[in-house]
């Protein structure tokens, strides 16, 4: 399930950047940044209980936090699965994903075709 809530954030993200950078091509400048900040922003090297009690919403809206959390859970044992967080993660993940489809396939005929 974490595995599918990733591929889906990742493919909606994607696809999403992708058609904002061939549009904007200034874009391409700003997005290793963006990637970068959003590495800190997901919970990878440290745990969501260090985030203060009224920025955890801020932290949720990342879908891979509730993927994160959830298989540190499961692999460590050190507490029990949060389904709420990780069904939360995969109605981002979807809404992410329907967004950047979307926005790429109405912005997909702009693009220049050079084969």
Known sequence: ?????????????????????VRYRDV?????????????????????????????WVLSLNPLTGV????????????????SSLGFSALIAVALFIVGIAYFRKTEHTFADIA
């Not at 399930?1 to 950078?21: D, H, Q, R």
């Not at 970068?36 to 919970?43: A, C, K, R, S, V």
């Not at 994160?68 to 389904?83: E, H, P």
């Open 1 to 21: 399930l974490g595995l599918l809530i990733s591929v889906l954030t990742v493919i909606g993200l994607g696809a999403l950047l992708a058609a904002i950078n």
């Open 28 to 56: 391409r400048y700003i997005i290793p940044f963006f990637i970068q900040i959003m590495l800190f922003l997901t919970p990878v090297i440290y745990p969501t209980s260090i985030v203060p009690a009224k920025w955890q």
């Open 68 to 83: 994160i959390t959830s298989a540190r859970a499961a692999f460590l044992g050190t507490a029990a699965v949060n389904w």
